[in-house]
């Protein structure tokens, strides 16, 4: 899952940003730059072909990176932003500071393809509720199952600063339209707390808090994998479960405008793609093998979306509805 560190779970450094002429800064997610994410991996594989630096600048979440981005602007020393998903990438567009790409993305083997002409995908998943088989021996099947239930406590995150907290709002939505008012009260109700991040909130659900927590699909194969513990799953849900789409761009005034094109066309590669299993625990974009346990994963048989410009247009409406819903 993106926003790995399940043992963990401390905050990345956040290191400054460098300048220099062979320095390739690029703003991302703590996650992905911290220790136990895929991008030291990443740095070295990169590194060692372009003679060159990459310097991280870690921030909480992909609404963070875009944040602040609005906020320095033109004197932003970023030359790649990466981690916002595909349902802010409009919303980042229109800023007018992300440049076009040129990368090759024949080799893609995302479900429903991709034809941005400005974001370059790196990796996606499915938003899932996680529980542990050994505490929660009935898990909904559905996400009205969930909602109408009163014996399961949850935990996830706020759509405000978190693409998975902003993911399901989405998939609220996507399942109940008109009635996601009620549906958010009854969500309330059940709710241990909303977190900034993922990052808080998996901890507390590793830590008893709650029964289950908003995550994705993939989540349980870290715990299978690096833990050798089956006892996590991520339930499937009837009505389907809401994909995203996490990806990279370069800034129009990127100070390494060359490092920038050549890191976006090697996120493409097995050298990239090749961490992203187990250093993200999401999907691969590209065709690389997954390591074993993958293969237990739960694999949604109704992918859920909005589209891009629909998500734009009517996010900071849907984010008030949540809101108000929650202080009645």
Known sequence: MKKTALAILMCAATLPAVAANDTLNIYTYSSFASDWGPGPAIKTAFEAQCDCNVNYVALDDGVSILNRLRLEGE????????????????EATQTGLIAKHDVDTTALTLPGGWQDSHF????????????????????????????????????????????????????????????????????????????????????????????MVLSYTTSPAYHLIAEEDSNYAAAHFDEGHYMQVEVAAKLKHAPNAKLADDFLQFMLSEGFQQHIATGNWMYPVIDVDLPAGFETLTVPKTPLNFSAEEVNEKRRGWIREWQTALIQ
Do not use: C
């Open 120 to 211: 370059v995908p790196f990796d996606y998943g499915y938003f899932a509720f996680v529980y542990n088989k050994t505490q929660l021996e009935n898990p909904p099947t559905s996400l009205k199952d969930l909602i109408e239930r009163d014996d399961i406590k949850i935990l996830y995150q706020d759509p405000r600063t978190s693409t998975p907290g902003q993911g399901l709002m989405l998939w609220v939505k996507h399942v109940y339209g008109v009635n996601a008012f009620e549906a958010w009260g009854k969500i309330a109700k059940k709710t241990v707390t909303v977190t900034k991040g993922w990052s808080e909130a998996y901890s507390m659900f590793l830590d008893g808090e709650a029964d």
């Open 75 to 90: 004197k932003s020393n970023a030359d790649i932003i990466l981690g916002l998903d595909d349902n802010l990438i409009v």
